[in-house]
């Protein structure tokens, strides 16, 4: 886990997407402008505490927990927007 880390938006830059998720608060404060049609989602969740910060539970405890979190929140977002995908425009 020592080599885990979240990438860049600037990874990211020319490319065009439908959705921007952030899932910590400090992202979505942070989140630069992306042009075109995306829609900005956030959603947080605890953010994990980096090797040997105070914390009772073991640190590897917590990111998998936030990563089965996030994992069940995609899940019922993609089947949200699959409904809303299929259901009639007016």
Do not use: Y
């Not at 090797?51 to 979190?69: A, K, M």
């Not at 899940?75 to 259901?87: H, M, P, V």
């Amino acid at each position: 886990m020592d080599k885990v880390e979240s990438k860049s938006v600037d990874e990211f830059t020319g490319q065009d997407f439908d959705f921007v998720i952030t899932v910590c608060d400090n992202a979505a404060e942070n989140c630069p402008v992306f042009p075109g049609k995306a829609e900005r989602i956030h959603q947080s969740f605890e953010d994990p505490p980096a090797p040997g910060v105070g914390s009772e539970e073991s640190p590897l405890i917590i990111f998998r927990r936030v990563r089965d979190e996030i994992r069940a929140w995609m899940g019922e977002f993609i089947l949200r927007i699959n409904a809303r995908n299929r259901s009639p425009r007016s």
